[in-house]
Nanobody, 128 residues
């Protein structure tokens, strides 16, 4: 059973930074496209960022609200995907989820339905 475990969430003041990490178990991490999603209170879960596996060139894509502030990266040797978040705003407050697309697609998808595996989430709070 593949498991995704997020860490790094917490409380940070507006304008600050946080670094989220997601460690994935198993031998096939390098073949997964990895994504980050978030869900704010009372809202639907939304796409944040994704990075393809090597077959897709390791390309990254971002949702417009986080473009230029968040950076997704991966370390295949450590089975880890990271979301570096800077210039945080109150509207970034949400539970952040790591997800894996295990279908070896060469494009990084934005739809939840493309992702097979999910972590339990980590809370990020940016007070207004």
């Amino acid at each position: 059973q593949v498991q995704l475990v997020e860490s790094g969430g917490g409380l940070v003041q507006a304008g600050g930074s946080l670094r989220l990490s997601c460690v994935t178990s198993g031998r096939f991490f390098s073949t997964y496209t990895m994504g980050w999603f978030r869900q704010a209170p009372g809202k639907e879960r939304e796409f944040v960022a994704a990075i393809t596996y090597h077959g897709g060139g390791g390309r990254s894509v971002y949702a417009d609200p986080v473009k230029g502030r968040f950076t997704i990266s991966r370390d295949n040797a450590k089975n880890t995907v990271t979301l570096q978040m800077t210039s945080l705003k109150s509207e970034d407050t949400a539970v952040y989820y790591c997800a894996a697309d295990a279908q070896m697609r060469t494009d990084a998808g934005r739809a939840e339905s493309l992702y097979d595996l999910w972590g339990q989430g980590t809370q990020v709070t940016v007070p207004s």
